[in-house]
C-alpha cells in the first residue's frame, strides 16, 4: 500500500532538476502502483497542469485512487497557492469521477511536504 513516505523515495531523484515536473501515480484498489506518469514538464517555477490530464490517464489506467507529486526546484517546499488551488480542484474531481485523490506531495532534493501528512487533504 502507497503512502506518503513511499513517494519521496519513488520519485526523490527528480529533487534537484532545474525544471518542475508534475506526476501522477494511479494506484488500484489496493493501493498499489499501477503506473506512475509524467503529466507536465515545467519552467524553473512552474508547471502548467489541468485536472483533465491528471485524470485521463487515471481513467485509461483503471486507477481506483491516485497521488500527485511535484518537484520544487528552489528547494523550498512550502506549497504555493497555485499548489493549493490545484490540490482542492484536482479533489473535487476525483469526487466527480470517484477516483479519490489522496496526497499531494510537494519535494525537493532536501525533503518533502505532503498535503495528507499536513492535514490539508
Do not use: W
Not at 506518503?4 to 518542475?20: A, F, I, K, M, N
Not at 502548467?48 to 489506467?61: D, G, V, Y
Request: aromatic letters at 10%; one cysteine or more.
Amino acid at each position: 500500500m502507497l503512502t506518503y513516505r513511499d513517494v519521496y523515495p519513488l520519485l526523490s531523484h527528480y529533487g534537484d532538476r532545474h525544471q518542475e515536473y508534475f506526476f501522477c501515480i494511479c494506484l488500484n484498489g489496493a493501493h498499489e502502483v499501477i503506473d506512475v506518469k509524467t503529466v507536465s514538464k515545467g519552467i524553473l517555477n512552474r508547471a502548467i497542469i489541468h485536472p483533465r490530464e491528471i485524470f485521463s490517464t487515471a481513467i485509461e489506467l483503471r486507477s481506483a485512487s491516485i497521488v500527485v507529486a511535484h518537484n520544487h526546484p528552489s528547494g523550498n517546499l512550502e506549497p504555493s497557492k497555485e499548489d493549493r488551488d490545484i490540490t482542492y480542484r484536482l479533489q473535487e474531481a476525483g469526487i466527480l469521477l470517484g477516483i479519490e485523490l489522496l496526497d499531494h506531495v510537494v519535494f525537493s532534493h532536501s525533503g518533502y511536504f505532503s498535503f495528507l501528512e499536513e492535514g490539508e487533504i
